[in-house]
């Protein structure tokens, strides 16, 4: 997946009609790149910024039906999420792996409670269920995860749900739908919807890189551009009225030792009446989440600091030694598009997702989750096709598997990269100087920079540390010392000069202190 060659494919069409134009690269836009390719459509992908900039690579890294989803009643939600957690997990067996999860229960009642709710969970889950939760006594439950505040632990539950990496969900989806026939392409930013007797038939489109500008001709423009579907539903119409309740979502990363061994923890009611999660994640623990309602809409979200505090003050009650501002390697945030309701909190608005087509025939996808992008893509294109443009196709995408797919070793630190692993290895082996690792505290080599630059449409230093690898969500001081050497490298690739390398690297600092804990901020 080479940029040039995009570029190629879509000037190569001329004023030529597109059957299918995405706006948006993330997870939902793509899933309805990948399907609608897939069904034989002539699709192309227009993202501003890079895929999965915004909202889809800053998640929680759970594929789950949603344990809160089925505290609150919303049965059709959680069924769908665990039919879909089973499909992406058959499609994408080297991004999914099963997760244990610990309830630990200090109650005489949490124990029954939760048991047999996690039991309806399992049997909702089918035959697509990753494994039988069980009661765990006390003993076990330390077994499985030393690090508890021991005192009044009565014992806990365990029970199964999905990990992923998000972001390396979202470039492997650009590259199957680029398999399929799509052209994708990053940093082109839509300018202006194109219409003929007032109905939508295509978008102007720019390219942030290069600086060219293109009409784009389209039977179906789709908009999917999470929190900014507004922006784009102005542009239709500027008198609409706003759709989005934008809610941020802050993560705390961790050292591992904080929470040993394999298992996470659930804390299934927080002051704000949320579930919170400490996930192993690339040998780090992920804390979070927030839910914290917000009216400005910036693709770099920062946290607050009553966020911060909010989240250690609420783990710090579950584990031996509460974590403190100190211990924190990276902090991010991201903001969820829920769709409006007459509700006051953000909790409680609709995860679900919403299609609406407008009378210019603007089709917009908004709302739902990670888990349920596939479903979502397949409902999009489905509605497309039923305003009567499109030729009516199946959808195949439960059973397309994603690029890389392969068993792979989840212990192995390039396990991401599925069937891509071994070229990535072979890259290493033709350049000694690329065999080495970015930094002492990453598990990334120097090759998948190469990688990503050739074949991942890698375009600055921030795609490298943040959404090819996971540098800046790991550790985010270890990112900032390696920026130059990344950015000397992807220059070296790019054919770009100095003074390239100078601005990409200041660039990325200046986002990156955004995800530095208040005490690891330096001059």
């Not at 930013?189 to 194109?194: D, H, N, S």
């Not at 070229?423 to 065999?435: C, G, M, Q, V």
Request: aromatic share 6%; with cysteine; glycine share 8%.
């Amino acid at each position: 997946m080479k940029r040039p060659e995009m570029i190629s494919a879509l000037e190569a069409r001329g004023s030529q009609q597109w059957d299918i134009c995405v706006i948006g690269g993330g997870a939902t836009g793509l899933g309805v790149a990948v399907d609608a390719a897939s069904r034989g459509f002539s699709t192309i992908l227009l993202e501003q910024y890079d895929f999965s900039k915004g909202t889809s690579s800053r998640a929680t890294k759970l594929v789950h039906g949603g344990v809160r989803y089925l505290q609150q009643g919303n049965v059709k939600l959680v069924t769908e999420a665990l039919h879909e957690r089973g499909i992406l997990r058959q499609n994408a067996p080297h991004l999914v792996k099963d997760q244990s999860f610990i309830v630990p229960n200090y109650k005489w009642w949490e124990g029954p409670y939760y048991g047999i709710g996690l039991k309806v969970y399992d049997w909702m889950a089918g035959s697509l269920g990753l494994g039988k939760s069980r009661l765990l006594s006390r003993e076990e439950t330390l077994q499985l995860a030393p690090t508890l505040d021991t005192e009044g632990l009565r014992g806990g539950v365990l029970y199964h749900d999905g990990q992923f990496d998000d972001a390396r969900l979202a470039i492997h989806l650009a590259q199957t739908a680029a398999e399929q026939g799509a052209v994708v392409l990053n940093y082109c930013k839509v300018e202006e919807l194109l219409k003929t007797n007032g109905a939508v038939s295509g978008v102007r489109a720019r390219d942030l890189i290069g600086g060219s500008e293109w009409p784009i001709h389209a039977k179906v423009v789709i908009n999917a551009t999470g929190v900014f579907t507004d922006s784009i539903l102005r542009m239709d119409d500027a008198a609409h009225e706003p759709i989005i309740a934008p809610s941020q979502g802050v993560h705390l990363m961790l050292d591992k030792d904080f929470l040993p061994g394999e298992a996470a923890i659930l804390v299934p009611h927080t002051d704000d009446g949320r579930v919170l999660f400490a996930v192993p994640w690339h040998d780090k623990i992920i804390i979070g989440t927030t839910d914290t309602p917000v009216t400005k809409i910036d693709i770099e979200p920062r946290a607050l600091p009553e966020e911060i505090d909010f989240i250690l003050q609420q783990i710090g009650r579950y584990l031996r030694r509460a974590p403190g501002p100190g211990d924190i390697r990276s902090i991010f945030a991201g903001l969820r598009p829920l769709v409006k309701s007459s509700s006051r909190k953000t909790a409680e608005l609709a995860r679900d997702h919403l299609i609406v087509v407008s009378e210019s025939g603007l089709v917009t996808v908004t709302g739902g989750k990670w888990t349920t992008y596939r479903r979502m893509a397949e409902d999009t294109v489905n509605t497309a096709i039923s305003r009567g443009k499109l030729a009516d196709r199946p959808c195949v995408t439960a059973t397309l598997r994603i690029h890389g797919a392969m068993p792979v070793n989840f212990d192995d630190p390039q396990h991401y990269h599925g069937t891509d692993a071994a070229k990535i290895r072979a890259l290493a082996a033709e350049r000694p100087e690329w065999s080495g690792k970015l930094h002492p505290r990453l598990p990334y080599w120097k090759a998948e920079m190469i990688w990503a630059v050739r074949e991942e449409l890698c375009m600055t230093v921030e795609d490298a540390l943040s959404r090819r690898t996971r540098s800046l969500l790991l550790d985010a001081q270890a990112a900032i010392e390696c920026a130059e050497p990344v950015a000397a490298m992807m220059a070296s690739e790019l054919g770009r000069d100095r003074e390239w390398q100078m601005e990409q690297v200041a660039a990325f600092k200046k986002i990156a202190e955004g995800y530095l804990a208040p005490a690891r901020i330096t001059s």
